[in-house]
T-cell receptor
Framework: AQSVTQLDSQVPVFEEAPVELRCNYSSSVSVYLFWYVQYPNQGLQLLLKYLSGSTLVKGINGFEAEFNKSQTSFHLRKPSVHISDTAEYFCAVRKGGSEKLVFGKGTKLTVNP | DAGVIQSPRHEVTEMGQEVTLRCKPISGHDYLFWYRQTMMRGLELLIYFNNNVPIDDSGMPEDRFSAKMPNASFSTLKIQPSEPRDSAVYFC??????????????FGPGTRLTVL
C-alpha cells in the first residue's frame, strides 16, 4: 500500500523567509503526487500536482515542488512566505490506475511577522 | 459552479443518535469520496463511488457507518448509532478523470461532528 511521510509536523518561519516542507512517499511503478493546503475551518485546496513531464511543478500562490524519483520525494518550496500562507499543508500520492489518494499527516506552517 | 456542497456544517448530537451527513458533488464529476479528519489519525478515506456505485469501502470503520449515492448529485454518510469517538470533521470530495481539473479532487468545506 502507498504511504506518505511528512517529516515535519510543524514549521515556524518568519515572514519573507524561504520555506521547504518535506514529503516522502513509498515507491511504486507510477505515482501521481499532490500538495493540498487547508486554511482554518476550511476544506482542502489543491496547490499543485505532478502527473508526468517536468519534475519541477509550479502551483498557486508562488509555491513549487520538485519530484525526485530516486529519492522518492516531493518537497514543497516557496522563496518568500507571507502571513497569509499560515495553514496546514498535506502531501498526497495516488497510484497509477487508482483514484484513491493517500495523504500524509500534514505540516502546520506558521508564518510570524 | 458552487463547488462541493456539504450539510450541515456543524452537527452536535448525543451518543446513540443517528447522524446523516450530506454531500452534493460538482456537476459532471463522476467520482465522489468521503473522508474523515481527526487529530490522531489525520485524513482517512472512508469510501468512494464511481458513477454512483461504491468502489472501495475498506476505510469504513465499522457497521455503524453506511454511505449511499442514490444519484449523481447527492450522497449521504450515515452513522447509527453515533459514539463520541466518531467526533471528527467529515469531508466530501469529487473528481473527474476528464477536463482541465482532471485527477484533482475538489473538497467541500466539511462537516464538524461532535458526539457528546
Amino acid at each position: 500500500a502507498q504511504s506518505v511521510t511528512q517529516l515535519d509536523s510543524q514549521v515556524p518561519v518568519f515572514e519573507e523567509a524561504p520555506v521547504e516542507l518535506r514529503c516522502n512517499y513509498s515507491s511504486s511503478v507510477s505515482v501521481y503526487l499532490f500538495w493540498y493546503v487547508q486554511y482554518p475551518n476550511q476544506g482542502l485546496q489543491l496547490l499543485l500536482k505532478y502527473l508526468s513531464g517536468s519534475t519541477l511543478v509550479k502551483g498557486i500562490n508562488g509555491f513549487e515542488a520538485e519530484f525526485n524519483k530516486s529519492q522518492t520525494s516531493f518537497h514543497l518550496r516557496k522563496p518568500s512566505v507571507h502571513i497569509s500562507d499560515t495553514a496546514e499543508y498535506f502531501c498526497a500520492v495516488r497510484k497509477g490506475g487508482s483514484e484513491k489518494l493517500v495523504f500524509g499527516k500534514g505540516t502546520k506552517l506558521t508564518v510570524n511577522p | 459552479d458552487a463547488g462541493v456542497i456539504q450539510s450541515p456544517r456543524h452537527e452536535v448530537t448525543e451518543m446513540g443518535q443517528e447522524v446523516t451527513l450530506r454531500c452534493k458533488p460538482i456537476s459532471g464529476h463522476d467520482y465522489l469520496f468521503w473522508y474523515r479528519q481527526t487529530m490522531m489519525r489525520g485524513l482517512e478515506l472512508l469510501i468512494y463511488f464511481n458513477n454512483n456505485v461504491p468502489i472501495d469501502d475498506s476505510g469504513m470503520p465499522e457497521d455503524r457507518f453506511s454511505a449511499k449515492m442514490p444519484n449523481a448529485s447527492f450522497s449521504t454518510l450515515k452513522i447509527q448509532p453515533s459514539e463520541p469517538r466518531d467526533s471528527a470533521v467529515y469531508f466530501c470530495a469529487s473528481s473527474s478523470p476528464l477536463g482541465t481539473g482532471k485527477n484533482e479532487q475538489f473538497f467541500g468545506p466539511g462537516t464538524r461532528l461532535t458526539v457528546l
